[in-house]
């Protein structure tokens, strides 16, 4: 699985949660345990967060998931 593919997934579930994803930026990363994919708030006056994912690195299977609000 490639990152894009990776990022497509986590997007895809973000979106329902946040809608307007604009006000965040992306970090991906291969780690052991699959794909990283974080959204962290670009401006850091603001409080709350992004969603948080880990997804198989194989199989693409959303493995977990933190929603920061």
């Known amino acids: 699985m490639t990152c894009h593919q990776a990022l497509r997934i986590a997007q895809a579930d973000a979106e329902q949660a946040y809608r307007d994803?604009?006000?965040y930026r992306i970090q991906l990363?291969?780690?052991?345990d699959g794909w990283h994919v974080d959204y962290e708030l670009k401006n850091p006056r603001l409080h709350g967060g992004g969603p948080h994912y880990i997804i198989d690195a194989v199989n693409g299977t959303i493995l977990?998931?933190?929603y920061e609000q």
């Open 21 to 23: 994803l604009s006000g």
């Open 64 to 66: 977990q998931k933190r």
């Open 29 to 32: 990363s291969l780690e052991d």
